[in-house]
C-alpha cells in the first residue's frame, strides 16, 4: 500500500473569505458552512442562481460575474476550485495582493478539522451515498455535519454544519483533491478510469484511491465494494501491503462479503433491500429505484455500522433519505408523461440509471435526453455512451457541455450517435438545445417516462419538457 503522504499544512484563517464560483455544489456547502460558524462569507459566480440567493439568506455576498473589484479589502483567503483558470481576474487580484489561496479540497479539510469524519470516494455514486448516510444520521439525532455534491432537496441543502460529533463529506477523486483528508471511515465505492484530463490509465487511478485509503486514520475502518471489479483489485492491493491499524469491511453480493447483499426487491420508484451482517438479516426501504443506489444504501449503512452507529437503528433512519437532486430525481408528469432527472454522465452510470428507469417504465417507452459532458469523456468514451443509449426506446443528443475544457479537434457528440446507431439505437442529434422541449413532446405518447441525462445544463430543460406537454410553450427563450 502507498504510504501515507506528510500531513497537509494548516489553512489559513477562514474569518474573511472569498470564493470563485461560490454557486458550485462543492464550494456553496463549505460557504455554507462558514457562513453558519459566523464567517464574513463573500465570493461571486458566472450567473444568478437559487444556491446564490440560499447563500444571501445566510448573510453571504454574492456576486454575479468575476471582477477584482469584488475582491473585498479584509479577505483573508480566497477559495478556488479546479475549474478556476489561471486567468480570473479575481484570483490574478488575489495572488497580486498576497492573499492566501486554497483549493476547494484544503477549506473542506479545514472544515472538518477536529470532527470524526466519514470520507464517500468512487468513481460513481458518491453523492447519493454521502446523502443516504447524512440523512440517516440526521433523522437519528445525532445531527452530522456534512458537505454533498448535490441538494437534497431545497437549494442550499448540499450542506450543513451540525453539533454533533461526525462530519460526512463527499470525497472527489477527479482531480486528487481526496487526498487531502484523513478520515476515521472512508468508503469506497468503486473505481473505474474516468476524468481522463488527470487520469492516463486505470493504474492511475489505482494508485490514487491508495494515496486516499492510506490517509485513513490509525485504528480507522475502510468500507469497499466487493462487487466492482476496481474495488476488488484495490482490496487485493490492501491485503497484500496490510494495515494493522486498519479494519477492511466489505460489502455487496459477493458471498464473502462481511455485509451480504441477500436481495433487492424493486417496488416502483424504491425497492427494498435485504441485507446479512454479524450473523443477522435486516430489511428496509430505500426511496429510490435500482440496485445501484440500492447498493449505495448498503455501502451507508456499513459506514455508519463502522462509525458505532447499531445497524439495526441505522437502517429503519435509511429509509428518510428521498433522493437527493439529479439523482433519478421525478421532475412532474404531464399529458400522462414522466419526466425524471438524472446527473449520469460515464456509461457505468448511464447504463445503471437506464436498467432502473427501465424497470420503472412498465409498458410505456423510455425516451432520453442526454447531453454529453466534457470533451475528453466522450472522446475516451463516446462509444461506450452510445452502446447505453441502445437501453432507451429514443435518444435525443446534445452538443457537448464543456464546462471547464476547451473543444478538442474531431471530439463532437457524432461520436456518441455514431455508436449508438451502430448499436440498433433510435437516436437523433439535436445541436439547437431550446428546440429539444417541442421536439420530445411531440415523440412522447401518454405512459412513456422521459429521462433528462448529463451532469451539464440539460437538467434545465426538464421543466420546460413538462411545460411544452401541458400545452403551454413556456416562456420565450432570447
Known sequence: MAATPPPQPAAPAMNSPHFIGIGGAGMSGIAKILAQRGARV??????????ARAL????????????????????????????IREDNPELAAARSRGIPVLHRSDALAAVMAGRRAIAVAGTHGKTTTTSMLAVALRALGLEPGYAIGGDLDTPGSNAENGSGPWFVAEADESDRSFHRYTPEVAVVLNAELDHHANYASLE?????????TGRIRPGGTLVVNADQEGTRELTARLRRAPRADLAVVTYGADPSADVRVVSVVPKGLSSEVTVAMAGRELTFGVSVPGRHYAHNAVAALAAGAAAGVPAAELAPALAAYTGVARRLQPKGEAAGVRVVDSYAHHPTEMTADLEAIRECAGEGRVLVVFQPHLFSRTRELGAEMGRALA?????????????????????TSALITDAARGAGADVRPEPDRDAVPELVAGMAKPGDLVLTMGAGDVTDLGP???????????PAVP
Open 42 to 51: 463573500a465570493g461571486s459566480d458566472a450567473k444568478e442562481s437559487a444556491t
Open 56 to 83: 444571501r439568506a445566510l448573510g453571504a455576498t454574492v456576486h454575479i460575474g468575476h471582477d477584482a473589484g469584488h475582491l473585498a479589502a479584509g479577505t483573508d483567503c480566497v477559495v478556488v476550485s479546479s475549474a
Open 391 to 411: 437501453l432507451a426506446d429514443a435518444s435525443v443528443v446534445l452538443d457537448i457541455y464543456p464546462a471547464r475544457e476547451d473543444p478538442l479537434p474531431g471530439v
Open 464 to 474: 420546460r419538457i413538462l411545460e411544452r406537454l401541458a400545452g403551454d410553450p413556456g
Open 204 to 212: 492511475e487511478v489505482y494508485q490514487s484511491f491508495e494515496v486516499f
